[in-house]
């Protein structure tokens, strides 16, 4: 690996390489990274005013009662479905096409195939919601995609590895860890999506099919989102830091530790299931080695910011990073007693997997890119931010939010998982939860809030008269 990742081109790295050939605008196609961006915004919108409605139908004020396509489980769908592929995958693609080029130096394949993506893969997101309100969906979690809908994204996702592996190709020298991430994102993407809505729908059922379902659950967790999610990290902390990662031997401790024990470990949330129980006992030991490689990474970054804490005050995209890395120590902390057999027996089913699922999604990857975009938007529109207040906000009002709605359901899935071990009857369950999906509404409504800020400052800014370089923008990073 080199010692850092390539700095702005137009800052230090343009220095070395022909200025004829290598310039930030032959490199990035901004306009399709903001695009990129306002998608997947779009998409957030549409997944949180599903999950709204979801909680209110839990306190019995389901406003759209009685509409068939609105019914709550297909809303709830089109939630869980729009956050991933809608808003985390259109984010990451636009931040792959900002980083990749900048750090291989070398533009996409083709720029024009990036469009056919693009516009391919709202198609497939915008479909996947029509078929699941009309009532086409498969049967399996994140794999409600029609089965029409399944050779289009799987060819998608070809396309997209196909288009970031050429500039990859060509660097010369040792690769930064960073590419080690995305080239392996591009490989078990595209594998993990085939098992999860191929195998299942032709090839297998039963408990081999409960099976297959639970390994494509968590690896697209663990093998699209968060490769994607942490090559982003190794790429935006050292830049905005202004220092080398602390430790390039742990950043592969914690590449070749996901790519070794993590596909194996979706397992665990089927404990108690008829799936075999060398299978089970398998998911827990690579789970628990897993921990582990966690643990490195999260060391790597925090030895990183050493000595430098101070700009989390004052440097917002880092705040976000580094918020969101807490988050992901905790996601894999509630793991650590989830995959026990002991534990396992009084969370199973409860809220409190909820409430882990919302920590990890929202809490971990969604404030990734959240830091991401309060980074680029000032570059990409060459003008500061509107409201440098509204950005606290739009930080504020998510953190407080999911603190909330994580602590809320983590604490209702036990309550619920003492009641049900009680034996008690199911109406006294759903009397314990009653107050805490409440609760779960006003942190869900804050969080939304969050997002309407954001969006708000993001269109003042886009239409405000620019500004001198680097005003508001140095304020943030």
Not at 128 to 149: D, N
Not at 430 to 450: E, K, Q, Y
Request: hydrophobic content about 50%; proline content about 5%.
């Amino acid at each position: 690996m080199s010692d850092a990742p390539s700095p702005h081109p137009t800052e230090s790295a343009d220095q070395n390489l022909p200025a004829t050939t290598v310039t930030h605008e032959n490199l990035v196609d901004e306009t399709l990274v903001k695009l990129y961006y306002v998608t997947a915004l779009a998409f957030m919108l549409v997944s949180m005013l599903g999950g709204i409605l979801m909680a209110f139908q839990l306190i019995r004020h389901n406003p759209l009662a009685g509409i068939e396509i609105f019914s709550p489980g297909r809303w709830r769908m089109v939630h869980t479905n729009a956050i991933a592929y809608g808003f985390l995958a259109n984010g990451f693609l636009g931040s792959l096409h900002w980083i990749v080029p900048r750090l291989t130096l070398h533009p996409v394949l083709n720029k024009k195939l990036s469009w056919v993506i693009y516009i391919a893969w709202q198609l497939v997101v915008l479909g996947t919601a029509v078929g699941i309100l009309f009532g086409e969906a498969q049967g399996l979690e994140w794999g409600e995609t029609p089965v029409w809908i399944d050779p289009f994204a799987q060819l998608g996702l070809l396309l997209v590895a196909i288009n970031f592996m050429a500039p990859i190709s060509k660097t010369k020298g040792p690769i930064y860890v960073t590419l080690w991430y995305f080239m392996a994102m591009f490989v078990w993407t595209f594998l993990t999506y085939a098992m999860g809505n191929f195998v299942p729908q032709y090839f297998v059922t039963g408990t081999s099919a409960g099976a297959v379902g639970g390994l494509f659950i968590h690896d697209l967790v663990g093998l699209f989102v968060t490769p994607a999610g942490w090559g982003m990290m190794y790429y935006f902390v050292p830049i905005l830091l202004k220092r080398p990662i602390w430790s390039h031997g742990l950043s592969l401790v914690g590449f070749w530790g996901l790519a070794f024990f993590y596909p194996l470990q979706g397992i665990h949330h089927f404990l108690y299931t008829p799936i075999p129980m060398f299978l089970q006992y398998g998911a827990v030991v690579s789970t628990i080695a897993v921990e582990l490689v966690v643990t490195t990474v999260i060391i790597n970054f925090f030895g990183t910011i050493w000595g430098s804490g101070h700009v989390i005050k004052t440097n917002l995209p880092i705040r976000w990073y580094y918020t969101g890395m807490v988050f992901y120590f905790l996601t894999c902390f509630q793991c650590a007693f989830q995959v026990t057999l002991t534990f396992q027996k009084v969370i199973h089913f409860s809220d409190w997997v909820v409430g882990h699922a919302h920590l990890v999604m929202f809490g971990v990857f969604s404030m990734w890119i959240m830091g991401t975009m309060t980074y680029l938007f000032p570059r990409l529109l060459n003008r500061g931010w509107y409201s440098l207040k509204a950005c606290e906000w739009h930080y504020w009002l998510s953190t407080l939010g999911i603190i909330i709605m994580v602590s809320d359901l983590t604490l209702l899935g036990l309550f619920q998982g003492w009641s049900w071990a009680a034996l008690e009857p199911w109406d006294a369950s759903t009397d314990i939860s009653h107050p805490f999906w409440v609760i779960r509404v006003i942190a869900g409504l804050c969080m939304f809030a969050g997002v309407l800020v954001f969006i708000w400052n993001i269109w003042k800014t886009w239409t405000s008269v620019p500004e001198q370089s680097g005003t508001g923008e140095t304020a943030l990073a």
